[in-house]
Every structure is written in structure tokens, then in C-alpha cells.
């Protein structure tokens, strides 16, 4: 980054756009519902289905992105916030996946 | 020139002015940030670990299975494991309580929303409209201690009910690493509403308010914020998918 | 004040410094220089410790059927040689040089937390202490530096030896990564004005990278640890076979941290290396962008390739594949690395001091540790060389003469900078030979002893296999290493009370570090310089030597009212109250938070030595004081 641009960096550091009040509710009635969608589903026979774990788990991504996008606000804040946490979140999650792997908890193919 | 800065520096009347930084930004939230990283690695390991030893334990009781005191018998349903030869007397039922988490991710869920508002009332101190009580940061700080105090009495009345039901940390692979991981979990929220119950103090004594102190609120919410992502992950993948 | 036309004298009497001395001054430090000079008094002395160890085992080891230690004894040797030079000795050693350095390279006054940088020190001290202590009490821990699971449980290891390890571990994980945070938060953001990440000097850069590996790698041990301090204390059955448990989970989870941790015990000698071949050919690092981008590779791969620690369990052709391939990847930014700082040589003004000499031999040495790594990245190959001498002498030319072969070069020459003083350079010929010559003799020959088939770890071997005078060869290395020790103790201690004659800039550097008196004033930069190029020192002494480089800065001018003034040599002395500076306060409370958290980790021992009440008492006891340490550290104000 030039010099220029860290200055006026600094500038718009303290005055980047926010999550307001209203959207708060919003994202609060959201995580509401997906959750009450997901302990719904784990009682309805979608549960013996072979969808049944990806979509618990994108709705899981979905609350897990929200809450770190608006009540962290990482969609308003400054990039080198996003990058610590995506890069670290990303390591953790191909650790994971390397280790569900190497224990024949997942199979390629 | 160089002591005209000098001078110049020294006589700034506020002592953050002395300092300059790159970016701009709050050292203590990106510390924070990183923290969150290096916290993002330790509850993969942990899940790693439960999910690898899934299914693994040698004896019950199970998660989501019934089992039998007696043997190694699985099943689906009651039914299934006594027609399988176990003793009526001897039937485990699976330990997860699904009604009771969901409720107490509820909470979480909503201790979150709680945060954000506390925030939002630190940020706006002194603003028409903020000094009601209920817009106030006082109250919302309040509401957010108080719902991560009451998802650690659930978690204290989970933990008890399963022990009742024979699982303790010692019994099998499952009791091991669920009663590990969860109580992780549970040791993050306990911190976190000492930190809370903190910040409250400091707003009875002298109320929060000013850039510094929306700086101190913010670093508590991210910190809060991540306890509560990282149930979303556990209530997912250890409680609902099986 | 010295106007920047003036040429500064030469020999600027030192600061009456800071007028701090005492050990009270010491303890209560937060100057990121002092706490760096602590790291590396710490750090040397514990490598006296581990070095003795292996001067033991090396006894041991000279002849067949050696009867200088028990085999207990051994065990107990060997594991504390490996946990002491990783944990006490390279690791802080790189700490102090991270402290030392980043700020001022970077142009900052301290570090972000200059107290929680205090506290790192605290607790890797006592974790030190409290891990070190047990050898003088026959209960050290005796399962090797890994402490492979279950081999580490109640079952197989009872006795006390292994509390020490798992606890004295955890403590030193929560060093390094407070250290870290804090190094993070430094580079980031307290850089000084026109001080843009590609202008950054190489051991900084090589730093920042480490200290993403310590944040993202020490978790996983952290975890590994703590399931097996929950087995070992609490009868859980993590580590259990009996119960279902997986004898790889322990494995898996230690190299995921091991691996990388591998890069951090020699990232910083790379940018230590980096630092010291380009002042001594008088020309800039050669290859700067590609530098970091393969730094910031190796980091990246490291986390990748970790279980080809593990080849030998039988991980399934396609686990195999993948780790060796990744392995093998890993070789070619190293690779690029070592051609760079041949190139950086090659038709520069060469000056062999014995800082240089040590980095020369540090490309050179490690190049061997390289290759014979690459080497053992085949899995099939892999099977002939694991746990024999082969590997030991692979990682021996990779950590010592990579490692302490780079940071003893790192020692000679920032000794000026650190001190105001020189080392002796007659002496450092000494030592840097008898260092050279002893760790040849003792590792080249263990790649035939491993080749034969002499397994590590065994506490003694019989005559008649071949691998008598490799071994013989092997030990008297080592006493040629023990002259160059005690050459290079004399040579420190001595020199530390010497002559204070060392300008600020005894080497002709290029960096910002160079541009202020040696030893620094406490707040290090009088003015924040304003950072025009990769070597900002250079530009204004020798303009030749950076005429190449690109220098931009179109808002010199902006940056200038603002915060900085243009680079110059520094000269001021005086204090910072003096020059109305504001510095944090010294604090005796980061010791008394560091100190109370070893005790509590310290109590869990209780658990088997005294009753569980003692144990429990101790733990409130202790937590409580922690926690009321950490909050009056928190309540009181930094400056
Ligand atoms: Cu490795």
C-alpha cells in the first residue's frame, strides 16, 4: 500500500459504514429462523436422507457467516481484519478436512 | 526542524496524537483478530478429534444410538435393541438432549444479538434517544452477561443429566471428547461474562462512553461474537448431524 | 539538534542509557531491547544446559556398550537435549531477536503490548525453570522431545517425568503466543511512515511469517497436550487403545505443529542470513520480491506436508503421495532462497567478518540438511532412514548448522547494536572454526552410522556392526563444539563489560536499525524517520549502492508535516523525558500474572504427588491471584 493510500486509510478508519440498529433485528431474526429450520428438519424423516448432513451444514455456514459478516462486522471493517480471519479459518477448516480425511472419515471419490 | 517536531509532538494535548501507526487501526483488535485466528485453529482440533472418534467408543452410552449396559448392542429405537436381546432394564436411550441445546443455542444466538446493541449504546452515549434504559449500554451489557449465564446453566444441567445417565468424561471415546470440546466451549463463555460483568462494572462506576471505551466494548463483542460462531458450528455438527 | 549535514561523530558516547540498571530495573522492564537482552542471556545459558546433556549422551555413545549414564538416565537426556534446544534455546534465541529487532527495523518506539511482551519473557523463563529443574531430580521427562501418545499415558510413563513435559510445554506454548500477537500487531502496524511492507527489512519479513506459523501451528499441540494432560490427570481416554482410541491422533495433531515448527526455528536465521550477507558484500539483497514470496510459501506449505513424520505407520498410498509430493515442493523456495543469497555474494565488496563467515556457512550447511531432507520425502526411502542416525544427523545440519550456525552470525553481528560494544572478532575466528570443524565431525558421520542401521534413541550398541568409529568421530565433534562454546562465552561475558566504541553504525548497513546510536536510546527513534527505500542508510551514506533500487515516496512532504522527517542519522542521546516522549511505565505486574499462571499449571502435579485437595486449593489459590494480577495489570496505565 503507498504511503497516500495509508493516509487516507487512517482517515476512514473510524468512519466506515455500520450495521445499523434495524439490521441487527434482521440478522437476529434470521439466525431465529435458520436454527428453528434446522432443529425442525432434525425431526422430520429428511433427517435419514443422504442431504440431510450437507444442508444442516450450509445452513450452519450461513449462521456462521452472518453473525462474522454483521455482528462482527467484518463486511464494514478493514481488509487486514478479513484477511487474518479468512486465512486462519481457512487453515483451520483444511486441517480439518485433512484430518477427517487421513482417518477414513471422508473419502476422495 | 527536527526538534520543531519534536516540540511540536510533545505539546499535543492528547497523548495518543504521539503515537503513529500504519494503519490507523486499534492495536488491541487486531490482536483480537488474531487471537480469533489462533482460536479458530484450537476448536478445529477439538471437533477433529471428536469427529474422528465418533462412533469409536467400545461401550455406551451413545449419542444419537441407543444402546445396552450389558453389551454392544446399537440401535435405532428402543425397540430395535431390545429385539436385539437386551433387557428392558438395561436400555440406554441416546444422551443428546436436542430440545434442551436448541433452546440454549436459542439463547446464544440471542445473547449475540444482545452484544451488538450494548455496543451500539456505548457508540451513542449521550445521543437523544439513548438514554433510555432499555437503548442504554448499562442494560444491554446486563442482558448479554445474563443470557451467557444462563447458557452455562444449561450446559451445567446438560452435563449433570448425562452423568446421570452413566456418561461421564471417563466412560467412553464419546464422554472424553464431547464433555472436552463442549466444556472448552463452555470455559470461553464463562470468561467471557466475567469480561462482560467487568465492562458493566466499569459502566456503573463511571459509565462507558468516548472512542476508547467503544474500542473496549468492541474487542469484548468480537471475542463474545466467536464463542457464539463456534457454537453454530458445534450445535451443527456434533448435536444435529449424526 | 544535529542538523542531518553535520556528519555524526563517530564514536558518540553512548547514553548515560536510560541511567536503568539494577535488578529491580530488569525485573520490571518493558523496553522491548531490554526484554530482548533477557530473551538472550535466558536463551545462551539454557543452551549451556542442553548442551551438556548432549555432551553426555555423546560420552555415552563413544564406545560400544558405554556405562557412563543408565539407560533411564539416557532416556531422561535425550529428551530434555531436544525439548531444551528447541523450546529454550532457538526458539527464544530467535524471541530475542525478534525483539531486538522488528521495532527498530521497522522504525517503531517498542512493540504494540510492550507489557504483554513482558510477560512472553515471564513465562518462558519459569516454564524453563519448571521443566528444567526435574533433571537434577532423576524425574525429567524420558519420552522423547514428541512424546508420542499412548506411549506418554499413565500406563506406559507413571511417574511424575512426564507431567513435567505436558505441563512445561502448555506454559511455553502461551509464551510463544502472546509473542506473537504481539509481534503481529508490531509489524502491521507500527511501521513507520513510507515503511510499506515491500520496503521491509528480511528479517522482519521472515519474522512476520513465523509468527503466523506460531499462532496457526501451536494450537494443535496445545490440544494434543491438553487431551493428554486430561488422560494423564483427569482418566479420560483419549490416548486409551483399550477404549477404541487411535494411536495417530496423537501423532497427527504433534506434527501438525512440529512440521511448521520446523520453519520457526529457522525462518528467522533465514532473515538473520539475509540481514548479514548483503552488509557484507556491500550490495542489496538480491531477489527482494522473490525472497519473501518463497519465505511466505514455505510458511505456507509447511502446514501441508506434516505427516511425512509418519510415513512409516502405513498411511495408505494416496496420504503417502500427497505428503511426499508436498515435501518434496518445499524444497524449491528453499532452493531459491539459497541461490539468492549466492547471488547476493556473487561480485559484491566481500567482507568476511565472522558474522559473515557464520552466514556463509549457514547457506552451506544447511544446504546439506536441505538436500538429505529432500531425500527422506520419498516415502520408500523414508522406510530405510526413519528413526535411525541418517535422520538425526539430517535435522542436526538443518538446526544447528542452519539454525545456531545462522543466529551465532546473527550474535556477532548485532552484539554492537545491542550492547555499544564489539565482540572480539580474534576470539569469534575461534569459536566460529571449532563450531564449524565440531559439528561436521559429529554429524557427517552420523549419516553412516544411520545408514548402517544404527537406530536413535538407543542408549547404547553393541561392537562388531560398523558403527564404532563413526560414533568415536562423532564425540570427539562434539568436544571441538564444547571449545567453541566456552571460546564464545568468554568472548560474550568479556566483551560485555568492554570497551564501549562501537558507533551506530559499525558495519556500513543499510537499515533503519543502523541509523540510531548504539546502544539505542530507550524510545530508539528520536523522529520517526520518513522510509524511502529497502535500505534507507544506504541512501543517504552510499547512494551507490541502492542507485538500482526503486525509490518512491511522492508524499514525502504530506507524511513529513505529520509525522516523520526525512532520514538521517540519528545522534540524539537524550532521554525521552528529556524529549517530552511519552514510554510505558516499568511494571513488576506481567512477572507476578506469568508467574502465577505457571503455579497454577504447576499445581496440577499435586494431583499426583499430594492429594486432591491439595491440588484443588492450589488451583483456586492460584487462579485467583492470576486473575487479580491480570486485572490489576489492565486497570493500571501503560504510559
Ligand atoms: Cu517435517
Known amino acids: 500500500m503507498s504511503d497516500s493510500a495509508a493516509i487516507v486509510d487512517r482517515a476512514h478508519a473510524d468512519h466506515k459504514a455500520h450495521p445499523t440498529w434495524k439490521q441487527y433485528k434482521w440478522v437476529a431474526l434470521w439466525l431465529t429462523v435458520i436454527t428453528a429450520v434446522e432443529v425442525w428438519v432434525y425431526y422430520t424423516p429428511f433427517r435419514e436422507s443422504p442431504l440431510f448432513a450437507p444442508t444442516l451444514l450450509a445452513m450452519s455456514a450461513a449462521k456462521f457467516a452472518i453473525v462474522v459478516m454483521f455482528y462482527m462486522h467484518l463486511k464494514y471493517d478493514h481488509w487486514v481484519f478479513r484477511r487474518l480471519f479468512v486465512g486462519s479459518l481457512v487453515a483451520a477448516m483444511g486441517i480439518l478436512m485433512a484430518l477427517l480425511f487421513l482417518f477414513s472419515k471422508l473419502k476422495i471419490g | ?242 | 539538534m544535529a542538523s542531518s549535514a553535520a556528519p555524526a561523530p563517530a564514536f558518540a558516547a553512548a547514553p548515560a542509557a536510560t541511567g536503568q540498571s539494577g535488578l529491580w530495573s530488569w525485573l520490571t522492564t518493558v523496553d522491548h531491547k531490554r526484554i530482548g537482552m533477557l530473551y538472550l542471556w535466558t536463551s545462551l545459558a539454557f543452551l549451556f544446559v542442553g548442551g551438556t546433556e548432549a555432551f553426555i549422551l555423546r560420552l555415552q555413545l563413544a564406545h560400544p556398550n558405554g556405562q557412563v549414564v543408565s539407560a533411564e538416565v539416557y532416556n531422561q537426556l535425550f529428551t530434555m537435549h531436544g525439548t531444551t534446544m528447541i523450546f529454550l534455546v532457538v526458539m527464544p534465541l530467535s524471541a530475542a531477536f525478534f525483539n531486538f529487532l522488528i521495532p527498530l527495523q521497522i522504525g517503531a518506539r517498542d512493540v504494540a503490548f510492550p507489557r504483554l511482551n513482558a510477560f512472553s519473557y515471564w513465562v518462558y523463563l519459569f516454564g524453563g525453570i519448571f521443566i528444567t529443574l526435574p533433571v537434577f531430580f532423576n524425574v525429567a521427562p524420558d519420552a522423547g522431545w514428541f512424546g508420542y501418545a499412548p506411549l506418554t499415558t499413565n500406563q506406559f510413563s507413571p511417574g511424575i517425568h512426564i507431567d513435567f513435559w505436558v505441563l512445561g510445554l502448555q506454559i511455553l506454548g502461551v509464551s510463544s503466543l502472546a509473542a506473537a500477537v504481539n509481534f503481529i500487531t508490531t509489524i502491521i502496524h507500527m511501521r513507520a511512515p513510507g515503511m510499506s511492507m515491500a520496503r521491509m527489512p528480511m528479517f522482519t519479513w521472515m519474522s512476520f511469517v513465523v509468527q503466523f506459523m506460531l499462532v496457526l501451528a501451536f494450537p494443535a499441540i496445545t490440544i494434543a497436550l491438553f487431551f493428554l494432560q486430561f488422560d494423564r490427570f483427569f482418566g479420560t481416554q483419549f490416548y486409551e487403545l483399550a477404549a477404541g482410541a487411535d494411536p495417530l491422533l496423537w501423532q497427527h495433531l504433534f506434527w501438525i505443529f512440529g512440521h511448521p515448527e520446523v520453519y520457526i526455528l529457522v525462518l528467522p536465521t533465514f532473515g538473520l542470513v539475509s540481514e548479514i550477507t548483503p552488509t557484507f558484500s556491500e550490495k542489496p539483497l538480491f531477489g527482494y520480491n522473490v525472497m519473501v514470496f518463497s519465505g511466505i510459501l514455505i510458511g505456507f506449505l509447511g502446514f501441508g506436508v506434516w505427516a511425512h513424520h509418519m510415513f512409516a505407520v502405513g498411511m495408505g498410498a494416496t496420504a503417502d503421495t500427497i505428503f511426499g509430493i508436498g515435501t518434496m515442493l518445499i524444497g524449491i523456495p528453499t532452493g531459491i532462497k539459497i541461490f539468492n543469497w549466492i547471488a547476493t555474494m556473487w561480485g559484491g565488496n566481500l567482507r568476511f567478518t565472522v558474522a559473515m563467515k557464520f552466514a556463509i556457512a549457514f547457506v552451506a550447511l544447511f544446504l546439506i540438511g536441505g538436500v538429505s531432507g529432500v531425500m527422506h520425502a520419498s516415502p520408500p526411502t523414508d522406510l530405510q532412514q526413519t528413526d535411525t542416525y541418517f535422520i538425526v544427523a539430517h535435522f542436526h545440519y538443518v538446526l544447528f548448522g542452519g539454525s545456531v550456525m545462522g543466529i551465532m552470525g546473527g550474535i556477532y553481528h548485532y552484539f554492537p547494536k545491542m550492547t555499544g560494544r564489539f565482540l572480539s572478532e580474534k576470539l569469534g575466528n575461534w569459536h566460529f572454526w571449532m563450531f564449524f570443524i565440531g559439528m561436521n565431525l559429529t554429524f557427517f558421520p552420523m549419516h553412516f552410522s544411520g545408514m548402517l542401521g544404527m537406530p536413535r534413541r538407543v542408549y547404547t550398541y553393541d561392537a562388531g556392526q560398523g558403527w564404532d568409529t563413526f560414533n568415536l568421530i562423532s564425540t570427539i565433534g562434539v568436544v571441538f563444539q564444547g571449545i567453541g562454546l566456552f571460546v564464545f562465552a568468554y568472548n560474550f561475558l568479556k566483551s560485555w563489560k568492554g570497551e564501549k566504541n562501537a558507533p551506530g553504525d559499525p558495519w556500513s548497513a543499510g537499515t533503519l536499525e543502523w541509523s540510531i546510536p548504539s546502544p539505542p536510546p530507550e524510545y530508539n527513534f528520536a523522529q520517526l524517520p520518513i522510509v524511502t527505500s529497502r535500505y534507507p542508510l544506504w541512501d543517504i551514506k552510499h547512494p551507490e549502492r541502492t542507485a538500482e533500487l526503486r525509490h518512491s515516496d511522492p508524499d514525502t512532504a504530506v507524511v513529513a508535516e505529520a509525522h516523520g522527517v526525512p532520514m538521517l542519522e540519528q545522534t540524539e542521546t537524550r532521554t525521552a523525558k528529556a524529549l517530552g516522549i511519552p514510554m510505558p511505565f516499568p511494571t513488576i505486574k506481567p512477572l507476578f500474572a506469568a508467574l502465577f499462571m505457571v503455579m497454577l499449571f504447576a499445581s496440577l502435579i499435586f494431583l499426583h504427588t499430594a492429594s486432591l485437595q491439595v491440588a484443588v486449593v492450589s488451583m483456586i489459590g492460584t487462579t485467583l491471584l492470576f486473575i487479580g494480577a491480570v486485572y490489576s495489570w489492565l486497570t493500571s496505565p501503560l504510559e
Open chain 2, 1 to 242: 526542524m527536527a526538534t520543531a517536531a519534536i516540540a511540536e509532538s510533545s505539546a499535543a494535548p492528547h497523548g495518543e496524537h504521539t503515537h503513529y501507526t500504519t494503519t490507523g487501526l486499534e492495536n488491541r483488535k487486531i490482536a483480537m483478530w488474531t487471537l480469533i485466528g489462533s482460536e479458530c485453529m484450537i476448536f478445529a482440533s477439538l471437533i477433529s478429534t471428536y469427529l474422528v472418534y465418533k462412533g469409536r467408543s467400545k461401550v455406551g452410552p451413545w449419542p444419537h444410538d441407543w444402546g445396552c449396559k450389558t453389551s454392544a448392542i446399537v440401535g435405532k429405537t428402543a425397540a430395535a435393541v431390545q429385539a436385539a436381546g437386551c433387557a428392558a432394564a438395561d436400555v440406554m436411550k441416546p444422551v443428546l438432549d436436542i430440545p434442551i441445546t436448541s433452546q440454549s443455542t436459542f439463547v446464544l444466538l440471542m445473547s449475540s444479538l444482545a452484544m451488538v446493541l450494548a455496543l451500539e449504546g456505548v457508540e451513542n452515549h449521550g445521543k437523544p434517544g439513548y438514554d433510555r434504559w432499555y437503548k442504554g449500554s448499562r442494560f444491554w451489557l446486563a442482558m448479554t452477561a445474563l443470557m451467557g449465564a444462563a447458557f452455562l446453566g444449561y450446559q451445567a444441567y446438560e452435563f449433570t443429566s448425562f452423568v446421570h445417565e452413566g456418561l461421564t468424561i471417563r466412560t467412553n471415546l464419546f464422554g472424553s471428547s464431547f464433555f472436552t470440546l463442549t466444556g472448552f466451549h463452555g470455559t470461553h463463555v464463562a470468561v467471557g461474562v466475567l469480561w462482560l460483568v467487568s465492562l458493566l462494572a466499569i459502566d456503573m462506576k463511571r459509565g462507558l462512553k468516548g472512542a476508547t471505551d467503544v474500542l473496549l466494548v468492541d474487542i469484548a463483542a468480537l471475542y463474545w461474537h466467536f464463542v457464539d460462531v463456534v457454537w453454530i458450528a458445534i450445535f451443527t455438527l456434533i448435536y444435529l448431524i449424526q
